[in-house]
Structure formats: C-alpha cells, structure tokens
C-alpha cells in the first residue's frame, strides 16, 4: 500500500457520493465549522489519516464519551505515579542544582 500519498496535493480525478439524513448533515457541518473546516475537509482528513495510519484513524468504541475520559485520565494517572516513582528511585535533582551541575549559572 502506498501511505506517501496526500490528499491535499493529489489530483481530484474520482468522485465519492454519501447519503445522508439532512438534519445529521447540517449537524455535523456546524461541528466542522468551527474549527474552520467543510465536511469535504473534514472527510478528507479522515481519508489522510487513514493512510497514514493504514486502518481507521481512530478506536471504534460503544463507550460513552465519559467512560472515555475515565479511561484516558486513569492512563495519565498511571503515568504521573510511574513518573513520580522514577523520580523517587531515580532521585530528584532541582532546578538550581542542575543548572550549577551543567554550568549555565550566571
């Protein structure tokens, strides 16, 4: 598969049609809006991102958007008591002492 492809400089030689209830169209327009994008752009992103990514550029869940949150904050919960107990075996060295220790004191 070739995932050097861009979707942005490639040239537009083929169609691609969707149908679609209109109130979940102009929904979905408004989202996109805001952050400056069509849906063209929007769907041609997710076409970029698939490619680069070679599969959905995103995990397909059924958990609800705070089951989701709860999970990505317990994985940065994880990480700071990892970071914490690395520091704590590793030790901790300030930022004064690190800056005579590397001799960039004024």
């Given at each position: 598969m070739n995932t050097n492809l861009n979707v942005a400089m490639a040239p537009k030689d083929s169609t691609f049609?969707?149908?679609?209830?209109?109130?979940?169209?102009?929904?979905?327009?408004?989202?996109?809006?805001?952050?400056?994008?069509?849906?063209?752009?929007?769907?041609?992103?997710?076409?970029?991102?698939?490619?680069?990514?070679?599969?959905?550029?995103?995990?397909?869940?059924?958990?609800?958007?705070?089951?989701?949150?709860?999970?990505a904050l317990a994985m940065v919960m994880l990480d700071l008591k990892r970071a914490e107990a690395r520091a704590d075996a590793e030790g901790w060295i300030d930022a004064d002492d690190l800056e005579k220790e590397l001799g960039v004191r004024d």
């Open positions: 049609q969707v149908r679609m209830n209109s109130e979940i169209k102009r929904a979905v327009e408004d989202i996109y809006a805001k952050t400056g994008m069509t849906l063209t752009d929007a769907f041609n992103t997710f076409i970029q991102q698939s490619l680069n990514v070679e599969g959905l550029p995103f995990i397909v869940t059924t958990n609800s958007k705070e089951a989701l949150k709860e999970q």
